[in-house]
């Protein structure tokens, strides 16, 4: 009896994980794909360093507003590993999306994430962040990056993903 509980529990435990796997996900905004094998693309980002598939992830949770703050893993771990500019941009915005200016204060070090993300996106060759730079004078080593944050904020809107 017991070796039959032992089986059954196993059989149980093995379909479970089979099953979890195989995550599907739809994107009910997101017309020209209505169905996306997530667990692969998420493969080819985090151990191919694919820009197509990372591209591709990033539609499917920025277009999907429950998955938005989900991508900032992928983002932050795809900018550090494989460098890649754009990445480094939705770090950025990622932070400025987290903390909206409305009323709550991004603290000095979070802000200081944040710009260095910003001054790294442009170090990488992303275009809209050394305009961002160029146009708030923003250095990188300053103490205070709060600063930076409010006049970004206050000049640019949220959110920035859209004008990346």
Known sequence: M???LIILSLFIAI???????KKYVKISNYNNYPWKFETELKKKVLYKGDTI??????K???????LREDF?????LFS???GYSQAYYDVFTCFMDF??????????ETASMTITFLLDAADHGHKQAKVLIQKYNI???????RKYIKRIIEGEGLPLYWKG
């Open 2 to 4: 017991k070796i039959r």
């Open 15 to 21: 379909v479970c994980l089979c099953n979890a796997q």
């Open 53 to 58: 598939a990372y591209e591709e992830l990033k």
């Open 60 to 66: 499917i949770y920025l277009d999907t507003v429950e």
């Open 72 to 76: 900032f893993s992928y983002a932050l």
């Open 80 to 82: 550090k590993k494989y």
């Open 99 to 108: 903390y909206p200016y409305k009323g709550r204060n991004m603290d000095n």
């Open 139 to 145: 250095i990188r080593g300053k103490k205070n990056n």
